[in-house]
């Protein structure tokens, strides 16, 4: 994740949240739909305008967890 993206991230409240493969798969596949099928910057709204860099992150993030999974279970 590019430093410049969540320069206040460490202030945020963070959570820790037990979830399962298909719970992460889920999330990943939420995250991916929206980011190919959301509306062009302006027209979005204020509430909506996050950036592309953290869409793509999550979406990394949840694919990194997606494939450890699949690793544990071929071990």
Request: net charge positive; proline share 7%; glycine share 2%.
């Amino acid at each position: 994740m590019p430093r410049d993206t969540f320069k206040d991230r460490h202030k945020k409240p963070h959570f820790n949240v037990n979830l399962c493969e298909d719970d992460v798969r889920l999330i990943y596949n939420a995250v991916d739909f929206y980011h190919k099928n959301r509306p062009g910057s302006a027209k979005r709204p204020q509430h909506m305008q996050e950036p592309t860099a953290h869409l793509e992150w999550m979406k990394k993030i949840m694919m990194t967890m997606m494939m450890e999974s699949s690793f544990q279970k071929n071990k």
